[in-house]
């Protein structure tokens, strides 16, 4: 049987049209699958059933991982893992194959999601995010990802309050002081000294 991504991708549009797959699911796979695999050249003849999934997907991230929000890099990576593993398991036993829900969390062995609905009201996340000039120089300043030397660090500031600082990468001690300093004029009990 051919375990090349190419037929990964077909394998999930079949799927997805005959019904073996809820045609969302299988498009959504597919497309996760296609977009990380895509960082080698001639893509669509890497053979699945060879490849080191791990190593791999450490590739895409320290590649492309700086385009997206960290909960898009972990669902990236669940998608992705979960495409290949359905993918060879369909190819063990073509004929037979069905799909089944995992027990517990997906068959990557990541853990399940939480269920935001459970969370009680008083408890949802404030964010606040600080940019740094470069972003907003690029012309972007929509709080894009696909800054290559920027990196955002969330901050937990207090309970129910979380900051994203985007920060340059190379980030030096006097830039940290001068930050440190600036938000210190800005916090609601500042005095100042002189």
Known sequence: MDTTSRSMIEFFEKAGNSGRLKPSMASTLAAAAKRVLQIEGGWEQIDISQLDVEE???RFRNLRGLEYKQDSIIEYERRFKRAVGMFLDYT???ATWRYSEPPSGSRNGTPPRKDSSKRPAQ???VETTIDSDAEHASGTGNGAQAQGNMVEYPFPLRE???VRLRL???LKIA???RLAA???TIAADFTSNN
């Open 92 to 94: 063990r036993n073509p």
């Open 160 to 162: 129910g309050c979380i």
């Open 182 to 184: 600036f938000m210190r």
């Open 168 to 170: 340059p990468v190379d």
């Open 123 to 125: 408890k949802r996340t």
């Open 56 to 58: 791999f997907w450490d």
């Open 175 to 177: 830039e940290v002081e």
